[in-house]
């Protein structure tokens, strides 16, 4: 928490969609833990499903997506070292420690045997691509971590869970995105678990998505599908986490039980960006 109350703190300031933070306080006898206040940002979240009463037209639901993205470029934009962020990562290296330290995350939090794991395990070390340029990263950046204007959905007013924020590589933000993006044609099992709102008329498909962001950064996104593939492995990763966890005991939501066919199918998904090479 204290980290993340450092980050917003000079953060705001050059980013105004990061929430403004007003005071951390560190003594557990308050709350049971440490935390920090800031100021409330009043709009709309949008989760997995749509609610009734939100029906975008497809010109809206477009405008909305170039929101999200041109919202992400303009934090790849911040100048981290004037807002005074320059010890929050080290850029360099960053891709091969991230690929590195999730496989080993897997690794440690195994209890399945997935054939896939070791492949694209493999293909990942193998068809690292250089880095390009450094940035301020989000690092979880997708639909429900945005708060949007309610008078105007298409108008991107907070971003939030700013826990993981580093310094590295922009195309990994770019690819966690593409990783909770669902495409119309996407199999049963990638849908079912992800947000229905990137499949609503007029919204960007992935390839779309990555050319709005490549047109406005004149970014090279040659090797897009290798962290579209590494970011499906991370999410796969993390729901393993989470259920090693339930398996042991140390949560009890009952909803964990079912996680592992959300592995496999996120698994799949990664496999098929490392063999096709395509989003």
Same mark, same amino acid.
């Given at each position: ?14 980013? %105004? &969609? ?21 100021? %409330? ?15 975008? /037209? &497809? ?60 492949? +694209? ?65 996407? %199999? ?8 229905? +709102? ?59 039980? /079912?996680? %592992? ?11 098929? /960006? ?6």
């Amino acid at each position: 928490m204290s980290r993340e109350f450092r980050v917003l703190a000079k953060l705001h300031a050059v980013y %105004p &969609p990061a929430p403004e933070v007003l005071a951390f306080c560190e003594d557990e006898s308050v709350l049971g833990a440490p935390f920090y206040v800031m100021q %409330p940002i009043h709009g709309v979240i949008l989760r997995k499903n749509l609610p009734p009463e939100i029906n975008f /037209a &497809p010109e809206k639901a477009r405008q909305l997506n170039e929101s999200l993205i041109d919202n992400l470029i303009r934090l790849h934009q911040v100048d981290y070292a004037a807002a005074g962020l320059s010890d929050l990562g080290k850029p360099e290296g960053y891709l091969a420690r991230q690929v590195r330290g999730w496989i080993e995350r897997y690794h440690n939090s195994k209890t399945h045997d997935y054939p896939e794991v070791e492949k +694209i395990s493999a293909w990942l070390q193998q068809n690292m691509p250089a880095t390009q340029s450094a940035s301020l990263l989000h690092n979880d950046y997708k639909f429900d971590n945005v708060v949007l204007d309610p008078g105007d959905l298409t108008k991107i007013i907070g971003v939030l869970d700013w826990e993981m924020a580093t310094l590295g590589d922009p195309l990994t933000d770019l690819g966690t995105t593409l990783a909770y993006w669902v495409d119309p044609g996407d %199999p049963p099992e990638i849908k079912q678990n992800l947000a229905d +709102i990137t499949t609503q008329p007029g919204s960007f498909t992935r390839s779309e998505l990555v050319q709005h962001y490549a047109d406005k950064t004149n970014c090279d996104t040659t090797h897009i599908p290798f962290y579209l593939a590494f970011a499906r492995f991370k999410l796969a990763a993390i729901v393993q986490q989470i259920f090693y966890r339930y398996q042991q005991g140390l949560t009890h939501d009952p909803r964990f039980a /079912a996680l %592992p066919v959300r592995v496999s199918a996120l698994l799949h998904a990664a496999q098929s /960006a490392t063999q096709t090479s395509q989003i």
